[in-house]
């Protein structure tokens, strides 16, 4: 199995972490959207990491997509994203929000540096850093003091998608420790597991 993509990425990350945590063995072909254009648009013609190549051939594109593949191969009774009802339906809406978060700082990062200075619009790039952080703020909510997981007592993929995602808002200049302290103390837990620690870029 190869994964297309670099792990700075919070969802070609969040991919290596689930492969990690199912304990799938696979290669990593560390290319980035933006830099190796041509050799990520053969695996995926949108032109965007993460991709999966499967031992088959067939290759899966977006990290979403990626996932539940995983989860039916590997996941068994304790996939990351439990299979049905009111605890799927949790899941998923932690980690909707936490990938609009990634998307939203993404763009803000976008308008910073793919567009020329004197057409950067820094009020859309306010906007967007307010999503983001609004978004960590009523994920971080949920967090008591030192509690390991965001639901459920057990690591979801609710807690792979908020750990991505507070690391790509520090990236892009949100001070996490002052805004969100306890989703900040909850993600250098996290770093304490192997899955966590052993894809950092
Ligand atoms: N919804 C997609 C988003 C993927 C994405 O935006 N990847 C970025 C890297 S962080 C990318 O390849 N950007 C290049 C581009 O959009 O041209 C997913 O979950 O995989």
């Known amino acids: 199995m190869l994964l297309i ?8 990350r969040r991919v290596a972490i689930t492969l990690h945590i199912y304990g799938v063995a696979y290669e990593q072909q560390a290319l980035s959207g933006f830099n190796d254009r041509s050799d990520v648009r053969a695996r995926n013609p949108l032109g965007r990491i993460p991709a999966l190549m499967l031992d088959s051939g067939e ?7 990626i996932i539940d593949h995983l989860d039916e191969a590997y996941g068994g009774d304790g996939a990351l994203t439990p299979a049905a009802g009111a ?4 899941v998923l809406k932690v980690a909707a929000i936490m990938m609009g978060a990634c998307d939203k700082a993404l763009q803000a990062a976008y308008e910073r540096n793919h ?8 009020p ?3 906007d967007c850093m307010a999503q983001v952080e609004a978004a960590l703020v009523s994920i971080a909510a949920m967090l008591g003091p030192d509690q390991p997981y965001l639901l459920l007592g057990r ?9 991505v995602a507070e690391r790509l808002a520090r990236g892009v200049g949100l001070d996490t420790e002052a805004c969100v302290p306890r989703l900040h103390a909850y993600t250098r837990r996290l770093l304490g597991i192997p899955a966590f620690r052993d894809t950092e870029p």
């Open 59 to 65: 290759t899966l594109v977006d990290s979403g997509a």
């Open 87 to 90: 605890d799927r339906r949790a």
């Open 155 to 163: 690591l979801t993929q609710a807690d792979v998608t908020a750990f």
């Open 115 to 122: 567009r020329p200075a004197e057409k950067v619009h820094q």
């Open 5 to 12: 993509g670099v792990n700075r990425s919070p969802y070609t």
């Open 124 to 126: 859309w790039i306010e």
